[in-house]
């Protein structure tokens, strides 16, 4: 069996977000950017299938930029087999939106015939929540969605789902999309070894218009802006006058 | 120009808050038709009716639309989104596992709640 998993390269989560001066966006130059966390922890699952014995092969696949090439490797060394980087942009603002992507991974799909694709439940730059879901419409496979735990056995997989009001444990049949959520598992680091034979491992780099996909955006950004900031309080000098701003300025009571 | 609020239902029940938030941000964009899913969906329905701002219910009752399940939910939505011009489902897990799907078959206009695609 072989897995597939997608990988985006986007903000580092620990990186305090700078809005652009003119509200088109968030600042990306010059600031660190990572795997989305939640596609670390689909690369870790595929591994753990592959260690396993259930999955002979993990493919990682990342559209976007040039630089998401050292996302790939993050993988490779991780433990992933090969890597294809499908470069769709030039500029690091330029965000690819979920169903070009689901376009473009349901074409890689088309080669590479994987049996699972496992991927993060949403990116953490800009929380869409989609791709995993587009692509198993365009590719008419079932999906499990937000997957806390994971079984694959013959021809179906079992997963678990966290959904608003618990879990939720449904069984798909092969070949199916599985997004994940954070307490699926927790992903390892890439040792100093592993991450010098990733260098050697197979990188395929091809381009969106290699597949016919056009990634002209449809969404349009109206504008960008910080949240308020909380408002600072006021400390009061007796309860009488804490009942009396209750009742006059918040009107709870 | 109508617009298709997807009502949340749980165990046979509308979830009323998640519902009603999402309709009150449905109502600027059209007349607001609210679908619910599942057997006995219809006591469910019942009550999204009583939602202010719902112009017409519509009830799917079947066991195939049971537990949110995407695939066949999908298939429905997308027939119904020939008379309906945007969609609108609540930012809850099952209306986030459902329409991305629904929208990518029928290609369509789609606002989330929480403003995802």
Known sequence: MKVLV?????????????????????????????????????????IRLKEAGKAEEVVVVSIGVKQAQDTLRTA????ADRAILVQAADDVHQDIEPLAVAKILKAVIADEAPSLV?????????????????????????????????????????????????????TVKLP?????????????????????????????????????VDVSPRLEIVSTSEPETRKAGVVVSSVDELIEKLKSEAGVI | MAVLVLGEVVNGALALDATAKTVTAAKSLGDVTVLVMGSGAK??????????????????????????????????????????????????????????????????GFVRSDGGG
């Open chain 1, 6 to 46: 997608p990988v985006k390269r986007v903000i580092d989560y620990n990186v305090k977000v700078r809005v652009k001066a003119d509200g088109s966006g968030v600042d990306l130059a010059n600031v660190k950017m990572s795997m989305n966390p939640f596609d670390e922890i689909a690369v870790e699952q595929a």
């Open chain 1, 76 to 79: 490779l060394a991780m433990g």
């Open chain 1, 118 to 170: 496992i991927a993060g439940k949403q990116a953490i730059d800009n929380d869409m929540n989609a791709t995993g879901q587009m692509l198993a419409a365009l590719l008419g496979w079932s999906q499990a969605t937000f997957a806390s735990a994971l079984e694959v056995e013959g021809d179906s997989a079992t997963v678990t789902r966290e959904v608003d009001g618990g879990l939720q444990t449904i």
């Open chain 1, 176 to 212: 199916a999309i599985v997004t994940v959520d954070l307490r699926l598992n927790e992903p390892r680091y890439a040792s100093l070894p592993n991450i010098m034979k990733a260098k050697k491992k197979p990188l395929d780099e091809k381009t969106a218009a290699d597949y016919g």
């Open chain 2, 43 to 108: 006591s469910a329905g019942a009550t999204a009716a009583t939602l202010d701002g719902v112009s017409k219910v519509l009830h799917a009752d079947d066991a195939s639309l049971d537990h949110a399940l995407a695939e066949n939910a999908a298939a429905l939505i997308v027939g119904l989104q020939a008379a309906t011009a945007t969609s609108v489902p609540p930012a809850t897990t099952d209306a986030k596992h459902l329409p991305a799907r629904g929208r990518t078959s029928g290609c369509h």
